[in-house]
């Protein structure tokens, strides 16, 4: 958007002058300078006219009157000026009203994102909260940038601030589960090898009270473990298949201690009979 004008127009009392216009949207200030007509040379026209009011270099000669207006005043024009084409004048005060609001508002958002940043550059944990409010300033930013409030540079500019914060927040994230799957891998590890050791302890008799009473207590410690579930699930299997070998291995000790008592047993009824039948002869 163009923030220069030159145009004809009359200082004081009909005093023919050219003018020039200038915003400044640092200071929120409109500066007006006029040249009157007899100080007017091709120079200075074609200087104002094809550089300075496109963009280019130009300093004012002390002869040029100045003036300094709020860009938010009603009329960008001093009480002293007047123009050939007001029209163009309420035209470009409407535009640059516009681009006023649009830079305070980006300010505002500038400043905003900044806290985010800020926040997300020191975050050692990935917080969920940050997140959210990040998302909700996207949403904020494109809401303004729909309504034309501001422009698709600004909104830009600030989208690649906001995916700064997402790819902060993102990097901590996988950082965490990096090591929560560390943590993870080393429970596991550590599960497996307690009930390996008692799976190799149920051939002693007398360690299968000691193997029930661990089996419980890994069962009680899982529920609060931070283990990974499909991890934690597979632990449970494996205790429920040492649980079920245990049982196997008391049936076996008491099937075999039964038919022990019953070839006791019939030894001994063999040894009665032979002594019936001795003492029948």
């Known amino acids: 958007m163009n923030t220069r004008l030159v145009l004809w127009g009359e200082i004081g009392t009909d ?56 860009a938010n005043s009603d009329s960008i024009l001093p009480e002293e000026v007047k123009v050939e084409r007001l029209d163009v004048v309420l035209q470009s005060q409407h535009k640059w009203s516009k681009k006023l609001m649009s830079s305070k508002i980006n300010q505002l958002l500038e400043d905003e994102v900044k806290l985010l940043e800020e926040k997300a550059s020191v975050v050692a944990e990935y917080d969920q909260t940050l997140w959210d409010k ?72 007398d360690q299968w009270k000691h193997i029930a009473d661990e089996l419980k207590k890994i069962q009680a410690e899982l529920k609060d473990t931070a283990i990974k579930w499909n991890h934690k699930r597979a632990i449970y299997n494996q205790i429920n298949d040492i649980f079920d070998n245990l049982k196997k291995y008391r049936m076996t000790e008491v099937i075999s201690k039964t038919q022990g008592r019953i070839s006791q047993l019939n030894k001994i009824l063999h040894g009665l009979k032979d002594s019936i039948a001795r003492d029948m002869e």
């Open 134 to 205: 990040a998302k909700t300033q996207w949403e904020k930013i494109a809401s303004y940038q729909k309504k034309n409030e501001i422009s698709w540079e600004q909104t830009t500019a600030l989208k690649d601030k906001i995916n700064a914060v997402f790819d902060a927040l993102k990097a901590v994230k996988r950082i965490n589960h990096e090591n929560e799957d560390q943590a993870n891998n080393v429970l596991v590890k550590n599960y497996k090898k307690r009930l390996e050791d008692l799976q190799a302890k149920l051939i002693y008799n």
């Open 15 to 70: 005093r023919k002058a050219l003018i020039a216009i200038q915003l400044d949207e640092e200071t929120s200030k409109i500066h007006t300078y006029a040249f009157p007509k007899e100080m007017v040379t091709k120079e200075i026209q074609d200087a104002l006219f094809v550089e300075w009011k496109n963009g280019g270099e130009y300093t004012f000669p002390e002869g040029a009157i100045q003036w300094e207006i709020d």
